[in-house]
């Protein structure tokens, strides 16, 4: 049984220290190369075996994450989109939300994730040209990158500029890849270990990622790793910085996924 927690900004420092203590206290955390060695080369795992992973790369990793994993050791994969390093141009979707504000940002965000890509591009590109002013935010740099980088925590791929994967065609996704692949390369990082962008999964996404090289993939499905695993497949568990401890124990568990279909359920109902 494995176990990969998703993370993506890290904002509470406080409470995410709590959360690693408790990790570390009561898993076995393991490196993403530990993990590829178990699949590929049949070396075993410790027990109750644990992967932390975030992703996008937001500036707040460097902030208040790495700190923390320095401070207790922790190895961590972290998969960022290649094409915003060393920039101050903000995550798509956070454009959205800065230009409809918090509810219709929302609601728009989760549309954008549903139509063809291409649509999704021109809808951005006619949002930008509406506003008065452009929307900034500081991204990581390569030599943040550099420094976080090392015997535990990997840098790896998360797309070039985050399209969602199955509402793409094959030469977008070929190009994709290439791009994220040549900019981690040129920087000694991990290209092969990949990250579908907001975990949507295709078979002819994952006949591209086979076909550059990737050797694993990680999906967004709230799930805990059983029996075989496969590489292109693996399953995360979604938790963020704020999540309290009592939480963090309950999808560690496994329950949370199970209870979740039905929460939504009832609060689709009290509608």
Not at 32 to 38: I, M
Not at 43 to 54: A, D, R, S, V, Y
Not at 78 to 101: D, H, K, M, Q, R
């Amino acid at each position: 049984m494995l176990r990969v927690l998703a993370y993506h900004t890290v904002n509470d420092q406080t409470n995410f220290e709590s959360q690693i203590q408790y990790l570390k206290s009561n898993y076995s955390l393991i490196t993403v190369c530990e993990l590829e060695n178990f699949l590929f080369k049949n070396t075993k795992l410790p027990k109750k075996p644990l992967l932390i992973t975030f992703d996008d790369g937001d500036y707040s990793l460097y902030a208040n994450a790495f700190p923390v994993l320095k401070k207790y050791n922790v190895p961590a994969i972290i998969f960022v989109i290649t094409n915003l390093i060393n920039t101050y141009e903000p995550f798509w979707w956070n454009e959205v939300y800065s230009a409809l504000g918090n509810k219709q940002g929302h609601n728009e965000v989760l549309r954008l994730k549903k139509i063809p890509n291409n649509e999704r591009v021109t809808y951005m590109k006619r949002l930008r040209a509406s506003q008065s002013t452009n929307f900034i935010q500081k991204q990581l740099s390569t030599n943040e990158l550099i420094e976080m980088s090392g015997k535990d925590v990997c840098i790896a791929n998360h797309s070039h500029s985050h399209p969602i994967f199955d509402k793409c065609e094959s030469h977008t996704l070929k190009n994709e890849m290439s791009n994220s692949i040549k900019f981690l390369r040129a920087h000694s990082f991990s290209p092969f270990f990949f990250a579908y962008p907001n975990g949507n999964f295709s078979e002819e996404a994952e006949t591209v990622l086979k076909g550059v090289g990737v050797k694993l993939s990680f999906l967004f499905d709230h799930k805990i790793n059983y029996g075989k695993i496969n590489p292109l497949r693996i399953s995360r568990l979604v938790v963020n910085d704020s999540t309290p401890l009592w939480k963090l124990k309950l999808i560690l568990s496994g329950w949370h996924s199970r209870i979740l279909p039905f929460t939504k359920m009832l609060g689709k109902l009290r509608k």
